[in-house]
């Protein structure tokens, strides 16, 4: 399994950007995919991610109402539209695959994945 992501880059504060994942290896419509990041000197955290057993995404709160997830499931992708960004969204944002056995309480949790991107640098100036 291949996650290959993009999108990444730098952006003033209140900007815009829109990271992309594209699994291949395989047939990911009912998995789970998304975004976790790793802030500065922080440990990688939940952002959000799609479960495709629901068609429903879920989100950390602290970026709901700002970044919105969409699957593409004929290209088994997911992407991620981030707006309104602040310097504190500054990280590398990793794209992950969980089996669509995941339970929801587990979502939030890194070991509940098994797959991961490269990561993608996201950098947001004040």
């Known amino acids: 399994v291949q996650l290959v992501e993009s999108g990444g880059g730098s952006v003033q504060a209140g900007g815009s950007l829109r990271l992309s994942c594209t699994a291949s290896g395989g047939t990911f419509r009912r998995y789970v995919m998304g975004w976790f990041r790793q802030r500065p000197g922080k440990e990688r955290e939940f952002v959000g991610v799609?479960?495709?057993?629901?068609?429903?995404?879920y989100y950390a709160n602290s970026v709901k109402g700002r970044f919105t997830l969409s699957r593409d499931y004929g290209k088994d992708a997911v992407y991620m539209q981030m707006n309104s960004l602040t310097p504190e969204d500054t990280a590398v944002y990793y794209c992950?695959?969980?089996?669509?056995?995941?339970?929801?309480?587990?979502?939030?949790?890194?070991?509940?994945?098994?797959?991961w991107g490269q990561g993608t640098q996201v950098t947001v100036s004040s």
């Open positions: 799609f479960r495709g057993t629901e068609n429903r995404a």
């Open positions: 992950a695959v969980a089996r669509p056995s995941t339970i929801l309480s587990s979502l939030g949790n890194i070991d509940a994945y098994d797959y």
